[in-house]
């Protein structure tokens, strides 16, 4: 028993699939990440401009617009006028995650992402079972907060505080306060190791809110195809920074519930496709009818038993 405790999530996936598959999505995510700063560093590093800004708003190649519609809702609470270029920018990033889900955006894009993921993996590492209390619903009261502090001061007011943007501009622009972005960064990574397990991603951050709320009825979903080969590992829970997400779809099979993970907290980050042995998930659209009810080998089974 105590060997099965101890197992990393996921061992019996790399045994069965080997490491390079059973990582697949977390590499893409971190070349993703990497990727997307590269994007704004080639500028000041090397002298050749891809982008230009910030994740806040920036162009690319001096023609393509990109603005946060976080930023840009807080703008026009603001009392501000959006010039055309921030205005489509906004929508364009609307569209993208409208696809590929909100919460892609925390998973795929946000510099903060790795520091909560390692948080949370030398939490386990550590044994750091304790962990604080705190209800999800923060971040929705925070985002309010940020929405109404906008309007009552006239200012984008979550950027002077947005963790994400301070470690962006100090890392793009080397800025003064980058010594406070190290110290948002810290704040972080150990709220999330000895204070509350998950808690800025998971409970506190408002931008998460937001994008959840932006792509609730996105397109790309993560679909539990084959729940009915599930052996209740729980494997998935124990990497999914969002675990409640993923109990409609494997609990719901006769349940008229289908096998599509819709809840907006879902980020899409694709690990619990890497550390299921049994192949239980893979990614989907949702408009894909359930097909829950086939098995690996695309016979009928069994409904799983409870987790």
């Not at 962006?168 to 800025?175: E, S």
Request: glycine share 10%; with cysteine.
């Amino acid at each position: 028993m105590t060997a099965l405790v101890q197992r990393s999530p996921g061992a019996e996936a790399v045994q069965r699939r080997g490491r390079v598959a059973a990582f697949k999505w977390l590499t893409l995510r971190r070349l993703g990440q990497v990727f997307f700063l590269l994007l704004f560093l080639t500028g000041p590093w090397f002298g050749f401009w891809i982008a230009k800004g910030t994740l806040a708003s920036s162009l690319t190649f001096g023609v393509l617009p990109l603005t946060d519609p976080l930023v840009a809702l807080q703008s026009l609470l603001a009392g501000h006028v959006l010039e055309t270029n921030a205005a489509l920018g906004a929508v364009l990033v609307i569209l993208g995650y409208l696809l590929a889900g909100g919460r892609s955006y925390c998973s795929w894009v946000c510099p903060i992402n790795p520091v909560t993921d390692f948080a949370h993996w030398l939490r386990g590492k550590l044994g750091i079972g304790r962990s604080a209390t705190l209800s999800r619903q923060l971040r929705w009261w925070l985002l309010a907060g940020v929405l109404f502090a906008s309007a009552a001061t006239g200012t984008i007011a979550w950027e002077y505080l947005n963790p994400v943007t301070l470690f962006h501009r100090a890392l793009v622009f080397g800025t003064a306060l980058a010594g406070f972005a190290w110290v948002a960064v810290l704040f972080i990574f150990l709220l999330d190791l000895v204070v509350a397990e998950r808690g800025w991603c998971g409970h506190l951050c408002p931008v998460g809110a937001f994008y959840g709320a932006l792509g609730q009825l996105a397109v790309l979903r993560v679909d539990a195809v084959r729940r009915a080969a599930c052996d209740n590992c729980l494997d998935c829970y124990k990497v999914c920074p969002e675990p409640q997400v993923l109990t409609p779809a494997l609990r719901g099979a006769g349940q008229g519930v289908g096998s599509l993970v819709l809840d907006r907290d879902c980020t899409n980050c694709g690990r619990c496709i890497d550390v299921c042995h049994a192949d239980v998930f893979e990614f989907a659209t949702r408009f894909r009818k359930d097909r829950s009810a086939v098995s690996r080998l695309g016979e009928p089974s069994p409904v799983p038993r409870a987790l």
